[in-house]
């Protein structure tokens, strides 16, 4: 068959990149700082910081992995990222995305 070269490269690939699978309860133990400003289950206390409890995970990976690259301009949350791993910001995205958000109107 001549797929066979090509998915072994594909799984090769995916090997070496490889971040273990998001884990909600090793984000919790990551999220001590974040919880100042957004609360310790993501629901902030004042509408300076967004509300990340419940939000989609990939939407908040996405959103963290921009302020670290510089495409998402903030200099409160580009200097909190700065020295997360892919692995520390698929965690966080996972604990916040597992809590609740408070459905109550400000
Ligand atoms: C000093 C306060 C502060 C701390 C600490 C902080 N943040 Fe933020 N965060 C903010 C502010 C302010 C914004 C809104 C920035 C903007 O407008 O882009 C924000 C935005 C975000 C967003 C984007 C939300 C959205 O709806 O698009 C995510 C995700 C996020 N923070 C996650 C985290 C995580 C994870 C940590 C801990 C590693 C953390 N933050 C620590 C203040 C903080």
Known sequence: MTLRPILACIFL??????????????????????AACHGADGNSATPDFPRLAGQHADYLQRALLDYQLGNRKNPIM????????????????????????LATAR
Not at 13 to 34: E, F, Q, R, W, Y
Not at 78 to 101: E, H, K, M, P, T
């Open 13 to 34: 690939g995916l090997a070496t990149t490889a971040v273990h699978a998001a884990d909600a309860a090793a984000g919790k133990a990551k999220s001590a700082t974040c």
């Open 78 to 101: 580009q200097g909190q990222v700065a020295n997360l791993s892919r692995q520390d910001i698929a965690d966080l995205a996972a604990w916040f995305s597992s809590q609740s958000g």
